[in-house]
C-alpha cells in the first residue's frame, strides 16, 4: 500500500500577518531551486510495500605469497541491508573450486566474523556457504566476515584469478533477495545511490610484487648550552609488497646533510624491531640489518 502525506505551517508577523506554507517533499523547505521563495508544494510519499534488498561486497585484503610456493588469500566480506524489512536465513556463498583451477589445493585457514555465526564446516569446494543458519540483518545494518585461504600447488602459468561470492537472505513475505558481489568493500558499489545492482570479480594475484616503504622524521631537536644540538630521528619501515623482505639495509649519511664544520657525533641508535648496527657513524653506513619495523636514533651536532 502506498500514500501521500502533507503538511501544513503558519506564522504571525508581529504586524499581525498570518503566513501560510504548505511542505514540499525533502529536507530543505525551499525545495530545488535555491531562490528563498519556498512556493514549491508536493506530498511525501509513505509505502507500507515490501521491499527487501541485500548488497554484498568482496574485496582481497592481502596475499601473501609463501617461501614454499603457497600463496595465503585473505577475503572480506561485506553484506548491508539495503531494503525497508528485516532478512533472515542469510546465506554466504563463495565456490573457490570455481576460482581455483583443480590443480590447486585450496584450505581454509581461517573464517571469522563479529556481526554473524559462521559455518565451521565451510570448505569453499562442496560445503560453500559462509553463515551457519540462523543468521539474520536488520534493516540498515551491515555485517562482515573474514576468510583466510591457503592455495598451494598450482601451475607455474596460474598466476592470476577472478573470484566472485553471492548472498541471498529472505523477508518476512517470503521472498529471496540475492546480490552477487562487487568488487571493493562498499555493497552499493562506487556510485552511492543505495542500489546495490554494481557487479564485479575480486581479482587475485600471485605474482610477485616487493615493495618496501621508509618514513624519517625528526622527533625532537634540543639546543644546548654548549652550542650544540641534540638531534632524534625516528625511521619507519614498512613492507606494502605481498613477499617477505630479506636483507635490509637502512643507510643515512650524516655527512652529506651537516657541512664538515660540524662536528656529528651517534649519541644512541635503538630499535625493538631490528638488530642495529653498532659501528654505524656519521658516513653513509649502514644503520641496521635484518627485517622489522621502527627504530630510533640520536645524534649531536656541534661547532657548526
Known sequence: MSFVNTATATGTSPGGTTVTDNSVDGSDPDGVDGDNNPDEESGTPVSIIQNPVLGLAKRNVQTVLNADGSANVTFEFNLENFGNVNLNNLTLTDNLAATFPTTCAVTVMSLTSDDFIVNPSFTGTGNNNMLAAGNDLP???KGAVLLTVNVA????????????ATATGTSPGGTTVTDNSVNGSDPDGTDGDNNPDEESGTPVSFIQNPVLGVAKRNVKTEL?????????????LENFGNVNLNNLTLTDNLAAAFPATCA?????????????????????TTICWRPAMIFQWATKAQSC
Open 264 to 284: 656529528v657525533t651517534v649519541m644512541s641508535l635503538t630499535s625493538d624491531d631490528f638488530i642495529v648496527n653498532p659501528s654505524f657513524t656519521v658516513r653513509a
Open 153 to 164: 600447488n598450482c601451475g607455474a602459468s596460474q598466476t592470476s584469478f577472478v573470484n566472485n
Open 224 to 236: 644546548l648550552p654548549d652550542g650544540s644540538a641534540n638531534v632524534t630521528f625516528e625511521f619507519n
Open 139 to 141: 534493516v540498515g545494518d
